[in-house]
């Protein structure tokens, strides 16, 4: 069992474990909670994703707002490692952070300008840079022709990442549908605003509040075809 975990307070007592690790879930993969009335422990595999959990401080879950704490320093992992598998601890905080925007959970501003300091801190890791350039290149040659790439660069090099990009980790469907997501995004009028979000610090909590947007409007099921309807001579 790990040590990284949170302590969470203030948890309505109408929350059920499951909704909790439904929530916390978006910071990376759970070992197990410790769930009693108000409070929970929640423990994590990766240190980073403790880290994450704590940029949740003041996040609203079931109409109660969250206190989330820890009583030991989570440092970041820099991993070097020849393993191209991207999930929730690879990504962008602000990019997570719009996640649970488009989920429909509630994040004051103040939250979400706390992800972008810790991006600010940590920087966009190599991985997940790795994986999007990727993605970019391979969308491009697709659409584009050779070696050109949807955000309008030259690709130097196209990495074994976007065939790894397909075997995600899929617990809870987030990572999959964020997945399925960039490949879309990138693809469409908008996709330099979409890169650009995910691969620099530079970003204000409105441009969470837009890309959580079109993260929402992503997600929506397409319109169900109407009925036929029946003439009569």
């Not at 996040?59 to 989330?68: F, I, M, N």
């Not at 009583?71 to 990504?91: A, L």
């Not at 979400?112 to 300091?117: F, S």
Request: include cysteine; aromatic fraction near 8%.
């Amino acid at each position: 069992m790990s040590t990284y975990n949170v302590n969470v307070s203030g948890i309505s007592t109408s929350t059920s474990e499951s909704s909790l690790h439904d929530f916390f879930s978006f910071c990376g993969k759970i070992d197990k909670i410790e769930h009693k009335g108000t409070e929970a422990l929640v423990y994590f595999e990766k240190a980073s994703a403790a880290k994450t959990a704590l940029m949740l401080n003041g996040g609203a879950l079931d109409g109660s707002t969250l206190t989330v704490t820890s009583d030991t320093v989570h440092p970041d992992e820099h991993e070097e490692s020849k393993d191209e598998h991207i999930d929730q601890t690879d990504k962008p905080r602000a990019g997570i952070a719009a996640e649970y925007l488009a989920r429909g959970y509630t994040l004051s501003d103040s939250v979400l300008q706390r992800a972008i300091e810790m991006d600010n801190q940590k920087g966009i890791s190599k991985k997940f840079l790795s994986y999007f350039n990727s993605l970019d290149s391979s969308i491009g040659s697709k659409a584009l022709g050779p070696d050109k790439t949807i955000t309008g660069k030259l690709s130097e090099t196209i990495s074994a990442a976007t065939q790894q990009a397909k075997t995600v980790d899929e617990q809870k469907g987030v990572s999959k549908t964020a997945h399925e997501y960039y490949t879309k995004a990138l693809s469409s009028p908008f996709g330099k605003r979409v890169f650009d979000f995910y691969t620099t610090t530079s970003k204000q909590v409105l441009d969470i509040h837009e890309e959580a947007k079109r993260i929402q409007n992503a997600n929506k099921p397409a319109p169900a075809a109407a009925p036929a309807t029946e003439t009569t001579a």
